[in-house]
């Protein structure tokens, strides 16, 4: 019974010390502006989020650490600010170590039910209704048209 009991302690202190990140992106796809962030849990033992984006904002990406995380954005993380600019093509990456630190609030995803605006909650479910093949395929054309990983991994000169 007492091993159990410690198995079980450890576990909940695991998983209650395991980040929380924003996952997605943000970007135009077929001449529309379209954002799929959710909250996500990373691996265990990673420590950090990361968000990227344009100097306008038309383009975001945010992520959780996992263990292909590229030296280079591991670097980030150890400078004062914890953010680099590269103004040579338009992207700034950003590290931070909280929970849900990585996205600007008003990219943050809202509840899946809206707050009460005087509508039923049948129209607020219409409003709020998509399929997740419909995530999944806007967020593989996005991350297609964005790019942002390949030139943040360097194959345009390296953080």
Known sequence: MFPILIFLSTLFIMSASTLKCYE???GMVNGEDSSNFVQNLCDDNMTYCFESYNSNLTEVTASCQ???TDQKLL???KMDGKCKERTDIDVTV???TS???NLQDDLKPTPL???VDGSSESEQNNSTEISTTEILNKSVELNETLG???E???TRGGL
């Open 99 to 101: 929970d849900l630190c």
């Open 152 to 154: 943040l991994n360097g």
């Open 94 to 96: 950003c590290c931070c």
């Open 24 to 26: 997605g992106s943000r």
């Open 75 to 77: 670097e980030v993380c």
């Open 113 to 115: 039910i809206p707050e």
């Open 66 to 68: 996992n263990m292909g």
């Open 148 to 150: 942002l990983e390949l």
